[in-house]
């Protein structure tokens, strides 16, 4: 079955720190992976998507389908940052999304 | 575009009372969902709809709870009757646009039944 796992509930890093919020999936077919951020008490916003192989507020991921991992990377985090981000993959129709429980980023002054 | 609207923000109301949640999505989105989120359980998919056809609802909690899409730009989601677990922020979100699996949020309903 098509699963998103993202083993961490909670980051706790330090401004200027580097971050990886890992992401790994199950999916029997070619995966299309997308991260959302969601800011405090705001709707989810897509962040980037596998895809597009772009960079975003300085974050990138990158589908690594041998691992079946697509950790989400910044390598100075910024006290903007802190937010919600959900890992989530394609059902392969009508447009579902599987989303992961979401790890909670905290980076600190 | 606006975006997905929803209404209302917020939502108050007491246990046993029948609560109507809406959604008005994207213009052209032919794909509709409605999500919940809490602390204990995160974001969970309650429903989803394609041109208006319901396709999955095996997230629905109970049968206290129910979806309709009467038309491509309006949705609702009802429970009836509201019990206090139910309070949550319910998402409405909506896709099918250019970029085919990139859903859109609203804003949410916050939801305290007491």
């Known amino acids: 079955a098509q699963r998103v796992t993202q083993p961490e509930k909670l980051l706790s890093v330090f401004k200027g720190a580097p971050v990886e919020l890992k992401c790994n999936y199950s999916?029997?077919?070619?995966?299309?992976l997308f991260w959302y951020v969601q800011y405090s008490r705001q709707r989810l916003q897509l962040l980037l998507r596998?895809?597009s192989r772009e960079s975003i507020k300085g974050f990138t991921a990158d589908l690594n389908k041998g691992e079946t991992s697509f950790h989400l990377k910044k390598p100075f985090a910024q006290e903007e940052d802190s937010a919600m981000y959900y890992c989530a993959l394609s059902d392969g129709g009508y447009n579902k999304l599987i989303f992961g429980a979401g790890t909670r980023l905290a980076v600190h002054p | 575009d606006a975006g997905v609207i929803q209404s209302p923000r917020h939502e108050v109301t007491e246990m046993g009372q029948e609560v109507t949640l809406r959604c008005k999505p994207i213009s052209g989105h032919n794909s509709l969902f409605w999500y919940r989120q809490t602390m204990m359980r995160g974001l969970e998919l309650l429903i989803y709809f394609n041109n208006n056809v319901p396709i999955d609802d095996s997230g629905m909690p109970e049968d206290r709870f129910s979806a309709k899409m009467p038309n491509a730009s309006f949705s609702t989601l009802k429970i009836q009757p509201s019990e206090p677990r139910d309070s949550a922020v319910y998402f409405c979100?909506?896709?099918?646009?250019?970029?085919?699996?990139?859903?859109?949020f609203g804003p949410g309903t916050r939801l305290t039944v007491t």
């Open positions: 999916y029997s077919g070619s995966p299309e």
């Open positions: 596998h895809i």
């Open positions: 979100a909506s896709s099918g646009g250019p970029a085919l699996y990139e859903q859109y």
